[in-house]
């Protein structure tokens, strides 16, 4: 049972918009930095998100990250199918002094 | 261009040790956290350490502290993760990946290919 919290699963249909969740508290998310990964199944993670709601060169502006007190959210806006994976939160978190990810969402494209 | 480049495939058996590596190529390895993460099967990533090569400075997870030793050689640019005695439950997947930006620990930018490993009698 992991610290923050994701939709277990989710899913939308093709150009439509889908906002993946991830609740922490004051310790982690609250306090630190968030960074969101995919992860198609058999691969390595690979990072979309960094300090909150930056992209790294390369990933598209279809993604978009925000945070609000304990809570971030990763907003994908006209999904395609390759969208289709595991999106995983990270925090640090003060009370373990070590890092955190969240359960992960598994997205479906339909 | 930056690349972490783990060791391969392990199958051990319950009480046998265990050291994997992750190698750092296109950048100045001592310089940034090194970090590994594991993943079960059909489970979600798990958070076990990071490593700062040039001192050596670890930390790690509660899960994990105790269970796995991380470590690191600057001279061959090469972590390490080293279990002493198996168990069942120490299979899975394991990925090192370098944190973000230099000298800080604050999201992982690049990731090795994964090493699954496997523990059974």
């Known amino acids: 049972q992991s610290v923050l919290t994701q939709p277990p699963s989710m899913s939308a249909a093709p150009g439509q918009k889908v906002t993946i969740s991830c609740s922490g508290s004051?310790?982690?998310?609250?306090?630190?930095?968030v960074s969101w990964y995919q992860q198609v199944p058999g691969t390595a993670p690979k990072l979309l998100i960094y300090?909150?709601?930056r992209r790294p060169s390369g990933i598209p502006d279809r993604f978009s990250g925000s945070k609000s007190g304990a809570s971030a959210i990763l907003d994908i806006t006209g999904l395609q199918t390759g969208d289709g994976a595991n999106y995983y939160c990270?925090?640090?978190?003060?009370?373990?002094?070590?890092?955190?990810f969240g359960g992960g969402t598994k997205l479906t494209v339909l | 261009e930056v690349q972490l480049v783990q060791s391969g495939a392990e199958v051990k058996k319950p009480g046998e040790s265990l050291k994997i590596s992750c190698q750092g190529f296109?950048?100045?390895?001592?310089?940034?956290?090194i970090g590994w993460v594991r993943q079960t099967p059909g489970k979600g990533l798990e958070w076990m350490g990071v490593?700062?090569?040039?001192?050596?400075?670890?930390k790690y997870s509660p899960s994990f502290r105790g269970q796995v030793t991380i470590s690191a050689d600057k001279s061959t640019n090469t972590a390490y993760l080293q279990w002493n005695s198996l168990k069942a439950s120490d299979s899975g997947m394991f990925y090192c990946?370098?944190?973000?930006?230099?000298?800080?620990?604050?999201?992982?930018?690049?990731w090795g290919q994964g090493t699954p490993v496997t523990v059974s009698s």
């Open positions: 990946a370098r944190l973000s930006p230099s000298g800080a620990y604050r999201w992982f930018d690049y």
């Open positions: 296109g950048y100045r390895f001592g310089g940034w956290w």
């Open positions: 490593i700062y090569p040039d001192d050596s400075d670890t």
């Open positions: 004051n310790s982690n998310i609250g306090n630190n930095y």
């Open positions: 300090d909150n709601d």
């Open positions: 990270l925090t640090w978190d003060d009370n373990f002094y070590a890092g955190v």
